[in-house]
């Protein structure tokens, strides 16, 4: 019998590629495994995948990915990091229905119930029309990256402080990439356990003073926290001069909604479910990337 084929578009990005390396590593000897990205020559890790065929596709090109997506059983939908993210993710869907998918699933976010921020507004509209277009479907909400406390590398190594405008007492969860992947990538092998269900994906709850104790620990030396204003942090990120104005409010905004207590900070994570693994504690991670912040 032929292989199940599963299709990841947005495979060169964070999730896409941690999705593929677990996809290639647990499942390639039972999946057909394809990977869409926009431009191949510019997806080495993706094409040194064992067992992953490169495709040249683009979100939200409906009449391309009609095509592209023929054949195929279950689409893998990484969002795009653009503000019409919500527009081209649900073409690609339009067009995964259209070819006759048989699931789909899909990034999202906890934060949906907060339409009046940019980013649950975008993934309320996402979540809600995918879910009415008859197709199967999976929502993977995943929240910030572990891998973005890797912005304060510079602070702990020449400071040892960590600079945030968030306040440190407040409860706050992340997800490591690679068990978003490892998640993604067990649901794709068999989505017919999955059908219509709503996961989130985190890792342990902490607040930022748990991660300045963790490095403190870690690095043998004290780190703290030094609060930043609202304000100087946008700058801060407007000076980098490679995030769009509308990624930096988002960004700020999602700073606000935990300070005030209206971002959700989940206990329990859905990934032991999926994968029968506990999820990496903050502490774990730490001391794995301790030596990169020496």
């Known amino acids: 019998m032929a292989k199940p084929v599963v299709f990841v578009i947005g495979a060169s990005g964070n999730i896409g590629l941690a999705s593929l390396q677990s996809l290639s590593s647990l499942y390639s000897n039972q ?10 020559d510019k997806a080495e890790k993706v094409k040194a995948l064992p067992g992953v065929i490169v495709v040249k596709a683009t979100q939200g090109d409906k009449e391309q990915l009609v095509k592209i997506f023929t054949g195929v059983n279950c689409v893998f939908i990484v969002t795009p990091p653009t503000e019409n993210r919500a527009e081209l993710a649900i073409k690609t869907a339009e067009a995964a229905k259209e070819a006759g998918v048989e699931h789909l699933l899909v990034v999202s976010v906890p934060l949906i119930e907060l ?4 980013v649950g507004k975008q993934f309320r509209e996402l979540e809600e029309s995918i879910s009415k277009l008859g197709v199967p479907y999976t929502f993977l909400r995943l929240p910030m990256f572990t891998e973005s406390y890797f912005r304060y590398k ?31 990538a ?36 004290e780190v703290t926290i030094t609060t930043s204003t609202y304000e100087d942090t946008e700058r801060s990120l407007s000076g980098l001069g490679i995030l769009q104005p509308w ?3 988002s960004i700020i905004e999602m700073y606000k ?23 990496t504690s903050l502490k774990d991670w730490v001391n794995a990337v301790a030596p990169a912040f020496k």
């Open 115 to 118: 339409t009046d921020i940019i």
């Open 154 to 184: 510079q602070t702990i190594q020449k400071m040892s402080t960590i600079i945030t405008p968030l306040d440190p007492t407040k409860p706050y969860t992340s997800v490591v990439v690679a068990e978003a992947g490892k998640a993604a």
């Open 31 to 40: 999946l057909e495994i394809r990977a869409g990205v926009r431009d191949p």
């Open 247 to 249: 990624l930096i409010q």
């Open 186 to 221: 067990a649901i794709l092998a068999d989505c017919s356990k999955h059908i219509n269900k709503v996961y989130t994906i985190v890792s342990n709850r902490h607040t930022f003073n748990d991660v300045a104790k963790a490095f403190s620990e870690a690095l043998g030396r």
């Open 257 to 279: 909604a935990v300070d005030t207590g209206l971002a959700p900070s989940e206990t329990t994570s859905h990934y032991k479910d999926i994968t029968g693994e506990d999820p």
